[in-house]
């Protein structure tokens, strides 16, 4: 099975709606990080977040906010206000603690935004 | 410039020649990694590294060869290139926590095709 699932493989909006990416994590581990990355056309991997699981607080910085549930395993990203720019590949990742040296990575899901 | 870079950025070597991607950084950060990228796999780590001279396999090892000589160099080796090895391949760096990885910080990737 899957640690880490982004089902959604690739999202197509106009510009100014919102979108909200999918993750769903799987870990046995009480002591873990999720993360997101942005990788655009230009191909380098840039991080966005990373969440302890200690810490369930939704968090927003400007268009981007990050809903994290436990209770569901999942890590959503939503953008609001979408943007061309916003145009990438996301991916999700989780790392454990007890597994120290394993990174996990979702497929990515693909936004395209339309002007 | 401080950071994690890679280089070459781009190659191009034929079947049976062994190549050498180069990775440096300046955090001195504990840990690296070796990423490749696929259309369809996403990320698959190759080798990592816990500290100087500690490496071991990731998902993908055959074919690849590391050293881990000093803290900020992680050289990963193609010894016979193959075809199948054509792909991007990123570098990474992370310090760990007592809570899992902290986040891991890629290069710019080189993208590597082989005749």
């Known amino acids: 099975a899957q640690k880490v699932t982004q089902a959604q493989t690739e999202i197509s909006v106009v510009e100014k709606e919102d979108v909200t990416l999918d993750c769903v994590y799987e870990?046995?581990?009480?002591?873990?990080?999720l993360f997101w990355y942005k990788q655009p056309p230009s191909g380098e991997l840039v991080f966005l977040i990373r969440r302890n699981s200690f810490d369930e607080q939704n968090e927003i910085s400007g268009r981007y906010s990050w809903n994290f549930q436990k209770s569901t395993s999942s890590f959503n990203f939503t953008i609001t206000a979408s943007q061309v720019v916003d145009s990438a590949v996301y991916f999700c990742a989780l790392s454990e603690a007890n597994n120290f040296n394993k990174f996990y990575f979702g497929s990515g899901t693909k936004l395209n935004v339309k002007p | 410039d401080a950071g994690i870079t890679q280089s070459p950025r781009y190659k191009i070597t034929e079947t049976g020649r062994q190549v050498t991607l180069m990775c440096h950084q300046t955090w001195s950060h504990s840990y690296m990694f070796w990423y490749r990228q696929d259309l369809g796999h996403g990320l698959r780590l190759i080798y990592y590294?816990?500290?100087?001279?500690?490496?071991d396999k990731g998902e993908v090892p055959d074919g690849y060869v590391v050293s881990r000589s000093k803290t900020e160099n992680f050289p990963l080796t193609l010894e016979s290139a193959t075809r199948s090895q054509t792909s991007v391949y990123f570098c990474?760096?992370?310090?760990?926590?007592?809570?899992?990885?902290?986040?891991?910080?890629f290069g710019p990737g080189t993208r590597l095709l082989v005749l």
């Open positions: 990474a760096s992370s310090e760990p926590t007592g809570g899992g990885q902290e986040t891991q910080y």
């Open positions: 590294s816990a500290a100087a001279d500690i490496t």
């Open positions: 870990t046995r581990d009480t002591t873990y990080y």
